[in-house]
């Protein structure tokens, strides 16, 4: 019981510093230049959100942030440590969800759990039962993963990169495939459980509404190469609504902004 309630406490959330980022991709066909000297600090608990057309190297940028990809120039510094490679303080969300079939909702969360070894079985069940709990799934725990609907499915990657407690969570597009509806309600969530779990939020989208919406910030970048051009800090109140007026003007704003710093044939952006 003393370890789920430990296991369950919040942990304090990591400080992002991008220190000068560069990548390049080289291929037979190519010379990608992704990223060009990006730079970028968040402050501990705080929810960035990073947007861009496609090509412009969001994904490339959280995973070198997550560990799975070693920048050509610079460094990414959590809490002041080099990041080396991927762990469990920071996890990432796609935009599918990377969920195995083979196994029921709860045995998803629980394969991630496995990495405790101070838990014992019925604890990491306790810990599992507690997240699904709080995305609102906890009646689905013995569903399969073909059961359940896209919002759903995106619901229980949710629940189970937050299983492992880390410090901050890294997501890529994570509800682009959804439709207006259920993005919403998750808009909503997504607000809540941050809230309730004070994690830093590094959040990739190319929706400027969304943006807008989600973030304590909005760094914008433009392709080829990859760079950051401008930010924009969001003043409003929480929870927003995606639909409200003032979260519109900031929308407005930002689309602006992009359009101005876009080379025409990269246009493919939803506001
Ligand atoms: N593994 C790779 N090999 C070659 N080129 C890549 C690779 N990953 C990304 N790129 C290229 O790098 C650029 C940035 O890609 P990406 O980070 O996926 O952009 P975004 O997520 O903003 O759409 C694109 O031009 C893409 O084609
Ligand atoms: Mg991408």
Redesign the pocket.
């Known amino acids: 019981m003393m370890a789920v309630t430990e296991e369950l406490q919040n942990v304090p959330p990591e400080k992002l510093v991008v220190a000068g980022v560069s990548?390049w991709?080289?291929?037979s066909r190519?010379d990608?230049h992704?990223?060009d000297n990006v730079s970028l600090n968040v402050r501990e608990g705080e929810f960035v959100c990073l947007v861009?057309?496609?090509?412009?190297?969001?994904?490339?940028?959280?995973?070198i942030i997550a560990g799975l990809e070693q920048p050509d120039a610079g460094q990414i510094l959590a809490d002041g440590q080099p990041v080396t490679g991927p762990g469990r303080e920071r996890m990432m969300m796609f935009q599918e969800s990377a969920l195995f079939p083979w196994l029921d909702v709860l045995d998803n969360l629980l394969f991630g759990l496995k990495l405790k070894p101070n838990l014992k079985r019925h604890e990491r069940r306790e810990v599992a039962q507690f997240y699904l709990k709080l995305v609102g799934l906890e009646k689905f725990m013995h569903a399969n993963i073909h059961e359940l609907s896209g919002g759903m499915k995106q619901r229980v990657a949710l629940a189970r990169c937050l299983a492992p407690n880390p410090r901050m969570l890294l997501m890529?597009?994570p509800f682009a495939a959804l439709d207006a509806l259920t993005r919403e309600q998750l808009y909503g969530d997504i607000q809540r459980i941050w809230e309730k779990r004070k994690k830093t939020i590094v959040f990739?989208t190319?929706n400027v509404r969304e943006a807008a919406c989600l973030g304590d910030r909005v760094v914008l970048?433009s392709?080829?190469p990859?760079r950051v051009q401008e930010e924009f800090t969001i003043g409003l109140p929480r929870p927003r609504d995606i639909n409200s007026v003032e979260l519109a003007k900031y929308s407005t704003e930002i689309t602006r902004a992009l359009k101005r710093h876009l080379k025409p044939e990269a246009a493919e952006v939803a506001e």
């Open positions: 990548k991709f080289r291929t190519a990608v992704a990223l861009g057309p496609s090509g412009c190297g969001k994904s490339t940028l959280l995973n890529d597009e990739v190319h970048f392709p080829h990859g």
